[in-house]
């Protein structure tokens, strides 16, 4: 059975927790992993990302994974915050540099860590904590070159984390390429795709060109189209379970869902994969 993880944001505001309490319950039954919590750009949602995490591992009762950057913080203010995390009960970290608030270059605190090598060699001597980290199958912006890439999640790995999760990508053989690379490179820790169900083609598009990934032709054609004909949610549907399928086929044994707070064509592809949970019948005669 391929195991499954969620990623959602905190919210921002009372309509928005709505939103992410409904993704939770509907989402919940799968019996994933754990539901990850991101973190603005910047720290900008550092005390929301911990209300968020700490209250979804109470009401859940499933691992909780919550975003910690290294981004705007000192090296004290991130011991902090971890620790906080720690003594509500969530031991899963999602490691990760951070981004700048206004999308500009990557400033390091004066007081704070580097990179994120320097964050997770920090989490892992504290002791408590699974850490989790990204990897960028078409590359992260900031790399040179694929090797440097891969290098650096190497670092990553051997810094404490246990697990990379993966930008987004919309084609399967990105995600392949870069895995048995990684291997190449000594590295055995699981690698587990990020999906991301495509439930504004638009929207998508736009992010997939600032984070620098590539969308194949035939992707394109095939969303514009479908957006045209009224079809868009179908597509979607159909897009994200095809990339799944040909992942499991491939010996991927793991899915992390970029829900964007928005449950249903997640749980559809879930579905369309047969990975629903077991029905229990009650009061039968």
């Known amino acids: 059975m391929t195991a499954l993880s969620f990623e959602t944001f905190p919210p921002k505001s009372l309509n928005a927790s709505f939103h992410l309490w409904e993704t939770v319950q509907a989402l919940a039954p799968l019996d994933p992993r754990f539901f990850s919590v991101t973190y603005g750009a910047g720290g900008s949602t550092?005390?929301?990302?911990?209300?968020?995490?700490?209250?979804?591992?109470?009401?859940?009762?499933?691992p909780v994974a919550a975003h910690l950057t290294c981004t705007?913080?000192?090296?004290?203010?991130?011991?902090?915050?971890?620790?906080?995390?720690?003594?509500?009960?969530?031991h899963d970290i999602v490691a990760l540099r951070g981004d700048a608030t206004d999308g500009g270059t990557f400033e390091p605190h004066p007081d704070g860590y580097a990179n994120s090598v320097e964050l997770i060699e920090a989490l892992a001597n504290m002791g408590k904590f699974n850490i989790r980290v990204g990897a960028y199958p078409d590359g992260h912006p900031?790399?040179?070159?694929?090797?440097?890439?891969?290098?650096?999640?190497?670092?990553?790995?051997?810094?404490?984390?246990?697990?990379?999760?993966?930008?987004?990508?919309?084609?399967?053989?990105?995600?392949?390429?870069?895995?048995?690379?990684?291997?190449?490179?000594?590295?055995?820790a699981p690698i587990t795709p990020g999906i991301l169900p495509v439930s504004n083609w638009k929207r998508a598009r736009s992010f997939a060109e600032r984070c620098g990934t590539p969308i194949s032709q035939v992707t394109i054609?095939?969303?514009?189209?479908?957006?045209?004909?009224?079809?868009?949610?179908?597509?979607?549907?159909?897009?994200?379970?095809?990339?799944?399928?040909?992942?499991?086929?491939?010996?991927?044994?793991?899915?992390?869902?970029?829900?964007l707070n928005r449950p249903d064509l997640t749980l559809h592809v879930c579905r369309a994969q047969g990975l629903v949970p077991p029905a229990t019948i009650r009061n039968v005669a």
Do not use: P
């Open 142 to 188: 900031d790399a040179t070159s694929m090797a440097q890439n891969i290098d650096w999640l190497k670092a990553k790995m051997d810094a404490g984390a246990t697990e990379a999760l993966t930008q987004f990508f919309f084609e399967a053989d990105s995600f392949l390429r870069f895995r048995d690379a990684c291997a190449d490179a000594g590295i055995t």
């Open 221 to 259: 054609t095939g969303f514009d189209r479908a957006e045209r004909e009224n079809r868009a949610e179908l597509y979607a549907l159909t897009h994200c379970a095809d990339l799944c399928d040909t992942l499991i086929s491939e010996g991927v044994d793991a899915l992390h869902f970029y829900t």
């Open 72 to 90: 705007g913080q000192s090296k004290d203010e991130v011991r902090k915050t971890a620790e906080r995390f720690a003594a509500s009960g969530v």
């Open 46 to 62: 550092q005390s929301l990302t911990q209300e968020a995490a700490q209250t979804l591992r109470k009401t859940s009762g499933l």
